[in-house]
């Protein structure tokens, strides 16, 4: 898993509440055997006519110029619905880093940090800070300080990320390594409950 | 102070608390399926690493099969790379398949039940959100992601905080015509979409303590879609009656000493919930969602809310985003409205008992000609039950055709979709932006009510036809 550390960066607003991961990559690209390739497919029709990669719908963010950044801001509610971490692998595959959002549905939110993709859970007056400035500005989201901050304005608010998690990110470990080296805790636990 | 179910549960699968971190939770069944596992068998092969124990897990295919001949090869490249990709890596690693042709085959939250792999006490995963179904028989089942698959394989074990806890009790009786289905579909118009997220939720009560296996496994099905963990349901009589006798539950001495300990799994008297909502059963009318989320249901003669009734302004502008999606419009009531398809399977409602319900509606009458269906047994076991009652000469007699098992329309991944702009009354659990196709409008419902459209082209209060 890749790092993460201090990300600087435009962002890409995207004020739709409830965002169902259904519509971040839908079904029918759940097919693959694999990782990649998935951004090119995210919000697939939302940004796209009739599925057609020749017709971008232009009120979609993803499709306006002016948008660009390695940070995702949405409403509430963001990765609700199915569990399929192809929604995960979608964002990483376009290139974000963060997901900005007042509310995550929590089986989202661990999907992202499997795969190295920051979820920053920030309070809605602070959403609505960020969806207000330009879209020139950037936001600067600090791991190690457990910050964002708007820097046009100054503004700044903490969150939460366990001390595991955290670790995890900084460093680009991954929770399967840390289970590997649990094996013999597991098996004394089986032993012990095993009936 | 008193434990819940889930505390006892929970606790007692904990190998690990780390500090300021997840807990090492072990795993004692996982199921897998065709489309969320194939990375994570690449994965551990990238790492070396043999599956840890080979033996909890069961596998089937069910999202990504066509439910018309399976017998012959599955058409779509990519579905049968996908299927075949499944049946190899399981040969491979020495993972029980149920797989296409299999007697066994069916949706993975149908299965587990009926063949009695789902026991009271055990912690279930499946890299598919609707695991919260196994919950309805005092287990903590749910969803997870492809990496945690990979640590299930690799480990037996996952690593999540301990969510908090809630318990949901809808006491008293249900109106005639009102069935599991409209009691979640009102929980979640009530709470939202969002309402238990970060939550496992107890679903008790009297009217709960009512229901068959198959109406509480539509309840805790759902829990997902109001944003919880999982759902869960203390076992009692009719969780052992529904058990005993089947494949693989404990038989003989196994099974007296099993039951015991299933009979230690309930919430005391004195224990602590983190929220507690109280439902009376007799507010709940049947029930019918109107927009792209579950949580935006009403009941079946209720009026769509008005756009002034949203105060922020995201509210407002997604509702109307819904609505536009939708071709809805606000403050609208929905019954006579007509619809062009039905669907009734999935996970939530695909077992013989959603099928004995839409039998006693049909039985002796015809479909609406304007009506078209797709009508799918949760697995081979419902499709021979089916059968062995008669059941398909009904639905037959109706001029309504039985498909064969499989997730279907649900999501979509086959080729049993919706066409864009139609609506379908679905008995399934999700009304996203084109799940059941692109464009498709989808309309959440119970077995009963999707029946009375069947019959009339248009979505009708089943308590007219009932009475």
Redesign the interface.
């Known amino acids: 898993m890749q790092s993460l550390q201090k990300i600087k960066s435009r962002f890409i607003p995207l004020r739709i509440e409830n965002v169902d991961t259904d519509q971040i990559i839908p079904a029918r690209f759940l097919k693959a055997t694999t990782k990649d390739g998935f951004g090119k497919n995210l919000f697939r029709d939302w940004r796209y006519e009739n599925d057609n990669e020749a017709q971008p719908k232009a009120d979609f963010v993803l499709n306006q110029k002016q948008y660009a950044g390695e940070i995702l801001v949405a409403a509430k509610n963001f990765g609700c619905g199915s569990s399929r971490e192809h929604a995960a692998w979608s964002i990483q595959d376009y290139g974000f880093k963060v997901v900005v959002s007042s509310f995550f549905a929590d089986i989202f939110k661990n999907n992202a940090l499997n795969n190295g993709v920051l979820p920053v859970t920030v309070t809605d007056a602070f959403l609505q800070q960020i969806f207000a400035v330009g879209a020139n500005d950037t936001l600067t989201v600090d791991l190690e300080k457990q910050t964002i901050t708007i820097d046009a304005t100054g503004a700044t608010e903490k969150f939460d990320i366990n001390s595991y998690k955290k670790t995890c990110l900084l460093n680009g470990y991954d929770d399967i390594d840390y289970l590997l080296s649990m094996k013999t805790e597991i098996e004394a636990y089986e032993k012990e409950n095993q009936s | 102070m008193g434990k819940t179910i889930f505390d006892k549960i929970w606790d007692?699968h904990v190998?690990?608390i780390?500090?300021?971190?997840?807990s090492?939770v072990?795993i004692d069944k996982h199921l897998i399926h065709e489309?969320?596992s194939?990375?994570a068998f690449?994965?551990i092969e990238k790492?070396g690493?043999p599956l840890?124990r080979p033996a909890q897990i069961v596998a089937t295919a069910d999202?990504?099969v066509p439910t018309l001949h399976q017998e012959l090869p599955i058409k779509?490249a990519?579905?049968k790379?996908?299927v075949d990709?499944l049946i190899e890596n399981c040969k491979k690693h020495g993972v029980e398949l149920y797989g296409l042709g299999h007697q066994y085959q069916g949706i993975v939250h149908v299965i587990g039940p009926e063949l009695g792999i789902t026991q009271p006490g055990m912690t279930i995963v499946c890299?598919?959100?609707h695991t919260s179904t196994h919950g309805a028989f005092g287990a903590i089942a749910f969803?997870?992601?492809?990496?945690?698959v990979?640590?299930v394989f690799?480990?037996?074990?996952i690593?999540?905080?301990k969510?908090k806890v809630m318990r949901i009790n809808i006491d008293g009786a249900l109106k005639n015509g009102v069935v599991s289905k409209d009691i979640i579909l009102y929980i979640i118009a009530q709470i939202s979409?969002?309402g238990a997220?970060?939550y496992f939720v107890e679903y008790a009560g009297s009217a709960i303590r009512a229901l068959s296996m198959e109406a509480r496994m539509t309840i805790c099905n759902m829990s997902?879609e109001m944003?919880a963990?999982g759902g869960m349901i203390a076992p009692d009589q009719t969780t052992y009656d529904y058990m005993q006798g089947r494949m693989f539950a404990p038989k003989g001495a196994a099974w007296e000493?099993k039951l015991a300990?299933w009979k230690q799994l309930y919430t005391d008297a004195d224990a602590k919930f983190d929220m507690e909502i109280n439902i009376v059963a007799e507010d709940i009318d049947p029930m019918i969602t109107y927009g792209t989320?579950p949580?935006m249901g009403l009941s079946i003669q209720g009026k769509l809310p008005t756009i002034e009734s949203f105060g922020d302004v995201?509210?407002k502008?997604?509702y109307e985003?819904a609505l536009k999606y939708m071709g809805l419009t606000a403050g609208q009531t929905l019954v006579g409205m007509p619809v062009q398809n039905v669907f009734i399977g999935s996970c939530t409602n695909s077992r013989i008992e959603d099928f004995r319900l839409v039998a006693s509606i049909i039985k002796g009458k015809q479909k609406h000609p304007g009506i078209k269906t797709l009508i799918v047994p949760g697995s081979q076991e419902v499709a021979k039950q089916i059968k062995a009652e008669g059941l398909d000469k009904i639905f037959a007699a109706a001029g309504v055709e039985i498909r064969q098992a499989g997730c279907s329309a649900c999501?979509?991944?086959n080729e049993d979709k919706i066409p864009a702009g139609e609506y379908c009354i679905s008995t399934s659990n999700?009304n996203?932006?084109?799940?059941q196709g692109?464009g498709a409008r989808t309309l959440l419902a119970s077995p009963l009510t999707a029946a009375a459209a069947l019959l009339t082209g248009k979505i009708t209060d089943i308590r007219e036809i009932l009475n």
């Open positions: 007692k190998v690990k780390i500090e300021d971190g997840p090492v072990y489309v969320t194939p990375q690449s994965g790492r690493v840890f999202h990504n779509d990519l579905s790379f996908q990709t890299g598919d959100s969803g997870i992601g492809t990496s945690e990979e640590m690799a480990a037996q074990c690593m999540q905080s969510p979409a969002s997220t970060g997902i944003g963990r000493e300990a989320n949580g995201t509210e502008q997604n985003k999501l979509g991944m999700r996203f932006e084109g799940r692109a």
